[in-house]
């Protein structure tokens, strides 16, 4: 009965160290890139369409390429919030509303897990490093052209 119950537990683990793995592995493939341009500044963004992507966002890596950021895409406009848990770049991220237009941009602190909140209703996240925003004089109002459609469940 013991060594039943141990092979039974073994396989629940192994199970579960399986899937644990492919959750890595899925969350660790490349995500799809878009171009997207605000006040003439060109960059490219990662996007996080579905909550699971959404939910790692820039966690666990160490650095950015120049000009390059993620887009979160939320599957409706609402008040947004975001912390730095387990990321490890500073980051400025900008919430965006509907129409493209940049409703708060927020400064936030490698692995601070203080909320930073969208001062209004968001469809979008943009993160960028950290002085990106300020270093290119684009400010709340400013506008964003490029951005996809909302995520649809």
């Given at each position: 009965m013991f060594l039943g119950l141990t092979r039974v537990f073994g396989a629940g683990c192994l199970a579960?160290?399986?899937a644990g793995a492919a959750r890595a592995a899925t969350a660790n493939e490349a995500l799809p890139t878009i171009p997207l341009s605000i006040n003439g500044h060109k960059i490219?963004?990662?996007?996080?369409?579905?909550p699971e992507r959404r939910s790692l966002g820039l966690m666990n890596r160490f650095s950015l390429q120049p000009d390059h950021g993620m887009l979160f895409v939320f599957d409706y406009p609402e008040p947004?919030?975001?912390?730095m848990k387990n990321t490890f770049i500073p980051l400025s991220i900008a919430f965006i509303d509907a129409d493209g237009r940049i409703v708060n941009i927020e400064d936030m602190r490698p692995q601070d897990?203080?909320?930073h909140?969208?001062?209004g209703i968001a469809l979008y996240a943009l993160e960028m490093k950290q002085g990106w925003f300020a270093g290119r004089k684009i400010a709340a109002?400013?506008?964003?052209?490029?951005l996809p459609p909302a995520s649809k469940r």
């Open positions: 579960l160290a399986v490219v963004v990662e996007v996080a369409a579905t947004q919030a975001f912390w897990e203080s909320t909140w969208s001062r109002g400013d506008v964003i052209k490029g």
